[in-house]
């Protein structure tokens, strides 16, 4: 997986648009009279609970001494760790195996502060189409 163009440079703008619709897509699933499927699709509380957490990894991540690389390697392993903390949520069935799969895919990508910070924002574009997608909850 990767966050950016083949120069390296950018962030791919399909990043922050159409795959992040498509992660929306895979985590709120509609049935056919349009409405949510809630059993099926992520809620927004536990959606918002694997985001807040990895904005509060980034505030760490601000806070700490050194250049961003250097800094990042102190939080890299609560970045890691957030692959049990979602197999853990899809065991007590609060979250869909298609998140799962998304999340620990990102997660496993995700070497360096630079991924980091490009996670994040693919993750918030995320955020808010299944916002838009599910507006309740």
């Known amino acids: 997986m990767s966050y950016f163009d083949d120069t390296g440079k950018h962030i791919r703008p399909e990043l ?4 992040a619709k ?9 049935r056919p009279n349009g409405r949510t499927d809630e059993y099926r699709s992520i ?56 998140f799962v799969t998304w999340l620990q895919d990102h997660v496993q990508a995700i070497d360096s502060a630079r991924d980091f910070k490009a996670f994040l924002l693919h993750f918030e574009a995320v955020v808010g189409f ?3 997608l599910n507006p309740k909850d």
């Open 16 to 19: 922050l648009n159409e795959e």
């Open 22 to 30: 498509k992660a929306a897509d895979k985590f709120v699933v509609k």
């Open 43 to 98: 809620k927004n509380s536990q959606l918002r609970r694997f985001f807040n957490e990895f904005k509060g990894l980034e505030r760490r991540l601000a806070q700490q001494p050194g250049g961003p690389e250097e800094a990042f390697r102190s939080v890299k392993p609560m970045v890691k760790m957030a692959n049990a903390k979602v197999v853990y949520a899809q065991a007590r069935k609060v979250v869909p195996q298609a």
């Open 130 to 132: 299944c916002y838009g």
